[in-house]
Nanobody
Framework: QVQLVESGGGLVQPGGSLRLSCLAS????????MSWYRQTPGKERELVAA??????DYADVVKGRFTISRDNAKNTVYLQLNSLKPEDTAVYYC??????????WGQGTQVTVST
């Protein structure tokens, strides 16, 4: 059974930082592309950052502020969020994908940026 469990969300002031974690089980983690998405009410889920092999990529709106990293030995992917803005407020989801193996999602963790 595949499980992706996110943690690390919370309330932070503008300009602050958070570190999200996603622990995966039930998959051969190192073979999967790992990604972070976010979603706000009434909007589609949007890709924020992705990591596949040694390659990473970011949405333009977070480039230079967010950093995705992974520890294959711990089956964990991280998202470091710096210089947070109120518009970064969303539920953040971890995703795992592999060709011919499908796409899996975590349950999400809420990030709120507010004074």
């Amino acid at each position: 059974q595949v499980q992706l469990v996110e943690s690390g969300g919370g309330l932070v002031q503008p300009g602050g930082s958070l570190r999200l974690s996603c622990l995966a089980s039930g998959i051969s983690f190192s073979y999967y592309a790992m990604s972070w998405y976010r979603q706000t009410p009434g909007k589609e889920r949007e890709l924020v950052a992705a990591s596949g092999g040694s390659h990473t990529d970011y949405a333009d709106v977070v480039k230079g502020r967010f950093t995705i990293s992974r520890d294959n030995a711990k089956n964990t992917v991280y998202l470091q969020l710096n210089s947070l803005k109120p518009e970064d407020t969303a539920v953040y989801y971890c995703g795992a994908s592999r060709l011919f193996r499908g796409q899996y999602w975590g349950q999400g963790t809420q990030v709120t940026v507010s004074t």
